[in-house]
């Protein structure tokens, strides 16, 4: 199975601040990576699919970039509705697995 | 508008069967694959099964290969996941979530989840 190591698990920004979540697969996946936020209590949304892909209606704020094993997800702006949970998932192969989750908290 | 929406949890004792449903509309759902996902409380998201638009290619994840079936009814636009032998670990949030048609592995949109506790 094609283990997803995101980091980091927990960050506290501003709003306004640019914020970069990591993810790593355990072997290479090409772009067959997705990313999704999730607010508490709320469904998992879709933002980002083939690394760099945005998802209609995701704002531009949110961009993705990376190939093989090393990925990252960036907001550029962070707005106050950003403040949640973010993980990756690689698509490239069943089992599809998940990254254990960036949470992203208010300073 | 995608709407997929789950029904069937419940609380159930160790041992014990229940059968999730996942209704969709908004999309042709016979021209489309489907995934069950799950979070167990206060943890990340775990992939649990995958069903094509025809039902002939079928996958689990191994810690619910043999206790857990996927199945569809396109007739109904309807999902669902029979699960057996439960323990206290299937204790989740299952989500039905649907994959682009451009690609079956991936999910693009997901139901607002049933939760299923498993009682010891």
């Known amino acids: 199975d094609i283990q997803m190591t995101q980091s980091p698990s927990s960050l506290s920004a501003s709003v306004g601040d640019r914020v970069t979540i990591t993810c790593r697969a355990s072997q290479g996946i090409s772009t067959w990576l997705a990313w999704y936020q999730q607010k508490p209590e709320k469904a998992p949304k879709s933002l980002i699919y083939?690394?760099?892909s945005l998802q209609s209606g995701v704002p531009s704020r949110f961009s993705g970039t990376g190939s093989g094993t090393d990925f990252t997800l960036t907001i550029s702006s962070l707005q106050p509705e950003d403040f949640a949970t973010y993980y990756c998932q690689q698509y490239n192969s069943f089992p599809l697995t998940f990254g254990g989750g960036t949470k992203v908290e208010i300073k | 508008e995608v709407q997929l929406v789950e029904s069937g949890g419940g609380l159930v004792r160790a041992g014990g069967s229940l059968r999730l449903s996942c209704t969709a509309s908004?999309?042709?759902?016979?021209?489309?694959?489907m995934h069950w996902v799950r979070q167990a409380p206060g943890k990340g998201l775990e992939w649990v099964s995958y069903i094509n638009s025809r039902s002939s290619n079928i996958y689990y994840a191994d810690s619910v290969k043999g206790r857990f079936t996927i199945s569809r009814d396109n007739a109904e636009n309807s999902l669902y996941l029979q699960i057996n032998s439960l323990r206290a670990d299937d204790t989740a949030v299952y989500y039905c979530?649907?994959?682009?048609?451009?690609?079956?592995?991936?999910?693009?949109?997901w139901g607002q989840g049933t939760l299923v506790t498993v009682s010891s």
């Open positions: 083939k690394a760099s």
């Open positions: 979530a649907r994959a682009p048609q451009e690609m079956a592995t991936r999910v693009d949109y």
């Open positions: 908004g999309f042709t759902f016979s021209s489309y694959s």
